[in-house]
C-alpha cells in the first residue's frame, strides 16, 4: 500500500517563503501523477498543482501561478511544493495526494492515495 507522508507547513510572515515536502513509501511505483491540494476554513478541498511523474508541464490553480512550484525527485520518491510569496489566503490545511494512472483534472475525486496533511498558516 502506498504511504504519503507531508512535512515543512508552518507559520510564516505574509512576503515568506515555505517548502512542502512529500514522502512517498510502500507501492510507489503503483503512482503515475502527484499532486497538491488544499483546504481552508469553511472552503471546499482545491487542488493547488498537480504532475504527472514523468514530467510534463504541470497545472497550477491561477490564484498560485508565479508563485508556487511543484517539482519532485522520482529517485527519492518525493515530491515538492515551493511556496513563495506567501499570502494570507495561502493559509490551509495542506495534502499531497497519488494517482494510479495519468491525470485528467487536478481534482480530488481523481485521487487515490492521501496524506495526512500539513497546517501552513501565513500570518503577522
Known amino acids: 500500500q502506498l504511504q504519503l507522508v507531508e512535512s515543512g507547513g508552518g507559520l510564516v510572515q505574509p512576503g515568506g517563503s515555505l517548502r512542502l515536502s512529500c514522502a512517498a513509501s510502500?507501492?510507489?511505483?503503483?503512482?503515475?501523477?502527484i499532486g497538491w491540494f488544499r483546504q481552508a476554513p469553511g472552503k471546499e478541498r482545491e487542488g493547488v498543482s498537480c504532475?504527472?511523474?514523468?514530467?510534463?508541464?504541470?497545472y497550477y490553480v491561477d490564484s498560485v501561478k508565479g508563485r508556487f512550484t511543484i517539482s519532485r525527485n522520482n529517485a527519492k520518491n518525493t515530491v515538492y511544493l515551493q511556496m513563495n510569496s506567501l499570502k494570507p489566503e495561502d493559509t490551509a490545511v495542506y495534502y499531497c495526494?497519488?494517482?494510479?494512472?495519468?491525470?485528467?483534472?487536478?481534482?480530488?475525486?481523481?485521487?487515490?492515495?492521501w496524506g495526512q496533511g500539513t497546517q501552513v498558516t501565513v500570518s503577522s
Open positions: 504532475l504527472n511523474r514523468r514530467g510534463g508541464s504541470p
Open positions: 510502500g507501492a510507489t511505483l503503483d503512482y503515475s501523477a
Open positions: 495526494a497519488a494517482r494510479r494512472g495519468s491525470y485528467y483534472t487536478c481534482s480530488g475525486t481523481d485521487f487515490n492515495y
